[in-house]
């Protein structure tokens, strides 16, 4: 499964980058409007330093002003993915991407019903919201598998990015769910590597390590 970076903080992706498990980052018009800046310049550096998909949020609602917004943000970097919202112009805008080789993350999906749709048109991902779903009683994660086996029984291509993950477990659960990508924010991506349990054996093993008085070095 790939991992990307939800955000629009270069410093953040900056810090990220060096782990190597940095597959591409997500944005979306709130991730812009909280860094204050001109979103060309922010996916223009945020491609710069990720080779991976980057997507990137058409905000008009209407089909022609989605389609030039999206031919203006593709046309920044090769590896621009057009963010399109799941309405009748976001998905009829992403049938024109679709055509002419661009590709999309077709983005806000709630049911294994859009994420069909979503697939029809031509969508690149299509990003699931399972935080969103839970903060409503729903089942985030069934959603995943729902669209999963949609997907390999009708032999859809379209990759599943699960998105508004919250926690560790949720990134498990999206993995074990099936989905191709996850997108998450920074706090959550460093705590994927935090275990207690690993803490306290290695803490262990350095005072043993330090009764040695021996160095490797």
């Known amino acids: 499964m790939t991992l990307f970076l939800d955000t629009a903080d270069v410093a953040v992706i900056q810090d ?39 997507s ?22 090769p590896n621009v993915v057009v963010k399109l919202p799941l309405t009748w112009d976001g998905l009829r805008a992403c049938r024109a991407f679709a055509d002419k080789g661009v590709r999309t993350n077709v983005t806000l999906c709630f049911s294994a019903a859009q994420a069909m749709l979503a697939a029809k048109a031509g969508a690149t991902f299509i990003s699931p919201f399972v935080g969103r779903l839970e903060d409503h009683g ?21 990759r599943v990015l699960a998105a508004s993950l919250r926690n560790p477990g949720h990134v498990s659960a999206a993995a074990l769910a099936g989905a191709d990508a996850a997108t998450l924010p920074a706090d959550v991506f460093k705590a994927l590597v935090k275990h207690p349990l690993t803490d306290k054996g290695l803490d262990a093993f350095l005072a043993d390590w330090g009764k040695t008085g021996q160095s490797i070095l």
């Open 56 to 77: 990137a949020e058409a905000v008009a609602t209407d089909f022609d002003t989605m389609v030039r917004e999206g031919d203006r943000l593709a046309a920044i970097a």
């Open 138 to 158: 729903a089942d985030g994660v069934g959603l995943l598998e729902e669209i999963r086996t949609l997907y390999d029984i009708h032999g859809f291509e379209t």
């Open 16 to 54: 990220m980058v060096p782990t190597g498990m940095v597959d591409g980052v997500t944005t979306n018009p709130s991730l812009i409007a909280k860094s204050g800046r001109n979103i060309a310049e922010v996916i223009a550096e945020i491609c710069a330093l990720v080779e991976g998909p980057i």
